[in-house]
């Protein structure tokens, strides 16, 4: 790789660190060239101060690319290597994006990518509107969906005696209503009695 290839490179990933940094009070990790397969950095996002468990999966391109007649920035690629990335993308563990950083003026642009209804088989589609800045951090993290939530939720333990409605001779149905009146009528205790 070319110094100027390099430095505009780096020039992108500074650009997705400062806004991460300072405009989403998130953190950034850069991963290092031979470990940057499909993804340049991973973006943890902060809510309150702590971790909330969500990671974007971030692939940076800083490049000068024309805006088509749709609206949409191409970022040129090759059909093997695109292949290829939408492949590590959709087996990541939360969000996957491209950030499509513009050398001159440091305009950023992102894309989900995971599942890709953003590419065909030798372009990524980034759309003009999607602007990486402070605003963007609600949809991003709405692209990582709810598995962080589900693995910090309090964990309910069930006993076979909780479900007898369920093995009775009477329809499951007419049962569970039954069910769901008797507890009604009485309190429910969490973590003991």
Not at 25 to 46: H, K, T, Y
Not at 112 to 132: C, D, M, N, R, W
Not at 165 to 178: D, F, G, I, N
Request: proline share 4%; glycine share 8%.
């Amino acid at each position: 790789m070319s110094l100027s290839k390099q430095r505009r490179g780096q020039i992108g990933v500074n650009t997705v660190e400062k806004v991460v940094l300072s405009e989403w009070d998130g953190r950034w990790q850069a991963l290092e060239a031979q470990n940057d397969d499909a993804i340049d950095g991973l973006i943890f996002l902060e809510d309150g101060g702590e971790l909330s468990g969500q990671i974007i999966f971030t692939q940076v391109k800083c490049m000068e690319v024309q805006k088509g007649k749709d609206g949409q920035y191409r970022i040129p690629i090759s059909q093997k290597k695109l292949s290829r990335n939408l492949r590590a993308w959709r087996k990541v563990v939360g969000a996957a994006i491209v950030v499509l950083v513009d050398p001159d003026s440091l305009t950023a642009r992102w894309v989900g990518v995971k599942p890709s209804h953003s590419s065909t088989p030798a372009q990524i589609l980034v759309p003009e509107g999607q602007i990486f800045s402070g605003s963007a951090k609600q949809s991003i993290s709405a692209l990582c969906g709810k598995l962080h939530q589900d693995l910090q939720a309090q964990k309910i333990h069930t006993f076979a005696e909780d479900f007898i409605h369920l093995r009775s001779a009477e329809h499951v149905q007419p049962a569970s209503r039954k069910r769901y009146i008797s507890l009604e009528q009485s309190p429910i205790f969490l973590g003991g009695k």
